[in-house]
């Protein structure tokens, strides 16, 4: 059964440093979406990608962050200068052919900023 | 603003004692609502979407209802491994994808 892959599953960096965060959606799906949940907290929702632009994204996607789709496979989010608060699990998804259709979520990056 | 509230945070109950999880909501035009189920440091697990106002869905043990204003996920007779924490989720017609998510139940099921 296709399923959305992430890399790596644990990641930790120093505060200030870049960090970039690699999923792999279902190779058909369209539609595609970054979250985060920090520890014991809500799915948030950060940013959706579509046709290789941003559809929407939330007030937590501020500068720092970016994300890239480099070639047909891969979906990237880069945080350019990681902050403590920024330590949160991190959520790729896909969806197919519809916005509305349900999301496949990845088993997660947990990002620590030291 | 969309809003996700989902009731009670915990349930505890025991082996084969059925019960619902609530899920209340307010959109500017709902496109879809979805049920996730996520076991501990893993990624949300989906189990159902619903479109409109009547619509049921059901696999295995559970069942899931919708209203205007909310959604229940019903459970029946549940096992130890239903323990998990069930979340909600809205997308609106906001013009962006922008999926909204609730607190969730952890529900907890004692052999």
């Known amino acids: 059964e296709p399923e959305v892959t992430q890399t790596p599953s644990h990641q930790v960096t120093q505060m200030g440093q870049e960090v970039i965060l690699r999923c792999v959606p279902i190779?058909?799906?369209?539609?595609f979406y970054w979250y985060r949940q920090i520890l014991g907290q809500k799915v948030e929702f950060l940013v959706s990608?579509?046709?290789?632009?941003?559809?929407?994204k939330s007030e937590i996607f501020d500068d720092q962050f970016s994300v890239e789709r480099p070639d047909g496979s891969n979906f990237t989010l880069k945080i350019r200068s990681t902050k403590l608060e920024d330590s949160a699990m991190y959520f790729c998804?896909?969806?197919?052919?519809?916005?509305?259709?349900?999301?496949?979520f990845g088993p997660g990056t947990r990002l620590t900023v030291l | 603003e969309d809003q996700v509230t989902q009731s009670p945070e915990a349930l505890r109950l025991q082996e084969g004692e059925s019960s619902s999880l609530n899920c209340s909501y307010t959109?500017?035009?709902?496109?879809?609502l979805f049920w996730y189920r996520q076991d501990p440091g893993k990624g949300p697990e989906f189990l159902f979407t619903l479109y409109s106002a009547g619509e049921e869905k059901e696999k295995e043990r559970l069942k899931a209802t919708l209203t205007k204003k909310e959604s229940f996920l019903h459970i029946t007779a549940p096992k130890p491994e239903d323990s998990a924490t069930y979340l909600c989720a809205v997308l609106g017609n906001t013009g962006g994808f922008k999926t909204i998510f609730g607190a969730g139940t952890r529900l907890f099921v004692k052999a």
């Open positions: 190779s058909n799906h369209l539609y």
């Open positions: 998804a896909s969806s197919g052919s519809r916005p509305y259709n349900e999301q496949f």
């Open positions: 990608f579509y046709n290789n632009e941003i559809s929407e």
């Open positions: 959109v500017s035009g709902l496109r879809g």
